[in-house]
């Protein structure tokens, strides 16, 4: 088969023969891995190989109950990673500069394509393979259970594996829907029935909105999952403005926040009328008031207001 079928022909696969990869294919799986492209040659990813029996029975269960990730030849677990870059610079007495918007972009970019050469390679091989995203239901107990360093986040879960199965391939959006050209176009209601149309089959139900609503809307499985992975990113270093040592501290005090302005809105919950913050030197202040004095006014215009409020505080000060 030439690669071009190969790739035109894939699907994932969810049962696999208890069989492992051949001999020496796991190094080329892993060497094609490796071989992917890269921003400004910082490979700002890992590969976590799972081999622990026990540790991946604990894994399939965090992702809700996946045989497949317990039963597959292999498990890997492709890595967003800055951890190695920072270690890298200060081993030659650089410091790493904050950028950790960007490299939580970056990385999770590397990681997603050296483990789509890995799952291509495994595929062009033979083997099955399968992402598992459900790794991402309980991500805080998958970075403790692989014991993840700062600035590391899993991207999925990767199964590989001889396959014991034979899938029917399953529907794409049409190619009009997805590629545009020159400038973004818009979606007119007969494109997004078409949408609907091309992909009924993925669904039992022969409905994809079905799926979508699982997923996607309000209840479903993205809202249920983002909170957690919120409070990944900040445990890892990924927030630019909330820093980890705040993010752990909070969380030990019972206010868990994965956000700056979350972590306002908590503190603000348990009886705190105030926070105020402030410049100190090169650095901030920041006051929580409990008994807050205030007064309020109202008016039409800024100063109106400021008059009422002025003029009843004086009032009760006297
Ligand atoms: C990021 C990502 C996460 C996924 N997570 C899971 C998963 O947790 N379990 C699973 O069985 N399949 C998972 N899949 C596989 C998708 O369900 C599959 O790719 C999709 O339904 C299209 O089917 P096909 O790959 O057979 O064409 C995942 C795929 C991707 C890209």
Same mark, same amino acid.
């Given at each position: 088969?030439?690669?071009?079928?190969?790739?035109?022909?894939?699907?994932?696969? &969810?049962?696999?023969?208890?069989?492992?990869?051949?001999? +020496?294919?796991?190094?080329?799986?892993?060497?094609?891995?490796?071989?992917?492209?890269?921003?400004?040659?910082?490979?700002?990813?890992?590969?976590?190989?799972?081999?622990?029996?026990? @540790? &991946?029975?604990?894994?399939?269960?965090?992702?809700?109950?996946?045989?497949?990730?317990?039963?597959?030849?292999?498990?890997?677990?492709?890595?967003?990673?800055?951890?190695?870059?920072?270690?890298?610079?200060?081993?030659?007495?650089?410091?790493?500069?904050?950028?950790?918007?960007?490299?939580?972009?970056?990385?999770?970019?590397?990681?997603? @394509?050296?483990?789509?050469?890995?799952?291509?390679?495994?595929?062009?091989?033979?083997?099955?393979?399968?992402?598992?995203?459900?790794?991402?239901?309980?991500?805080?107990?998958?970075?403790?259970?692989?014991?993840?360093?700062?600035?590391?986040?899993?991207?999925?879960?990767?199964?590989? +594996?001889?396959?014991?199965?034979?899938?029917?391939?399953?529907?794409?959006?049409?190619?009009?829907?997805?590629?545009?050209?020159?400038?973004?176009?818009?979606?007119?209601?007969?494109?997004?029935?078409?949408?609907?149309?091309?992909?009924?089959?993925?669904?039992?139900?022969?409905?994809?909105?079905?799926?979508?609503?699982?997923?996607?809307?309000?209840?479903?499985?993205?809202?249920?999952?983002?909170?957690?992975?919120?409070?990944?990113?900040?445990?890892?270093?990924?927030?630019?403005?909330?820093?980890?040592?705040?993010?752990?501290? @909070?969380?030990?005090?019972?206010?868990?926040?994965?956000?700056?302005?979350?972590?306002?809105?908590?503190?603000?919950?348990?009886?705190?009328? +105030?926070? @105020?913050?402030?410049?100190?030197?090169?650095?901030?202040?920041?006051?929580?008031?409990?008994?807050?004095?205030?007064?309020?006014?109202?008016?039409?215009?800024?100063?109106?207001?400021?008059?009422?409020?002025?003029?009843?505080?004086?009032?009760?000060?006297?």
């Amino acid at each position: 088969m030439d690669r071009l079928t190969h790739l035109l022909e894939r699907r994932s696969i &969810r049962r696999f023969k208890p069989e492992p990869l051949r001999e +020496g294919d796991l190094e080329r799986i892993l060497a094609a891995a490796r071989r992917a492209p890269t921003d400004a040659s910082g490979q700002l990813y890992s590969i976590m190989r799972v081999t622990d029996p026990e @540790l &991946r029975r604990a894994l399939a269960q965090l992702a809700g109950g996946q045989a497949h990730v317990a039963q597959a030849a292999e498990f890997f677990v492709p890595l967003a990673d800055v951890h190695r870059l920072k270690r890298l610079l200060a081993h030659r007495g650089q410091e790493m500069a904050r950028w950790p918007r960007t490299g939580l972009h970056f990385a999770l970019v590397d990681a997603t @394509l050296a483990g789509a050469h890995l799952a291509v390679a495994a595929e062009a091989l033979g083997y099955g393979i399968c992402w598992i995203g459900g790794l991402l239901n309980r991500p805080r107990e998958v970075a403790r259970m692989l014991e993840l360093p700062p600035g590391v986040v899993p991207v999925s879960g990767l199964v590989v +594996g001889v396959p014991a199965e034979d899938p029917p391939l399953r529907p794409r959006l049409p190619e009009a829907l997805v590629v545009h050209e020159n400038r973004y176009h818009g979606y007119t209601p007969a494109d997004l029935d078409a949408a609907y149309a091309a992909m009924a089959p993925a669904s039992r139900r022969g409905d994809w909105l079905f799926v979508l609503e699982r997923y996607f809307a309000a209840g479903g499985a993205m809202e249920d999952r983002d909170p957690a992975y919120g409070h990944l990113l900040a445990w890892q270093g990924f927030v630019a403005d909330w820093p980890p040592t705040a993010a752990r501290a @909070l969380e030990d005090a019972g206010l868990p926040a994965p956000s700056l302005g979350e972590a306002l809105e908590a503190v603000l919950k348990t009886g705190w009328r +105030g926070v @105020l913050f402030g410049r100190e030197g090169a650095g901030w202040r920041v006051w929580l008031e409990r008994e807050t004095a205030a007064e309020r006014g109202e008016g039409r215009t800024p100063g109106e207001a400021l008059g009422r409020a002025a003029e009843t505080a004086l009032a009760s000060d006297g």
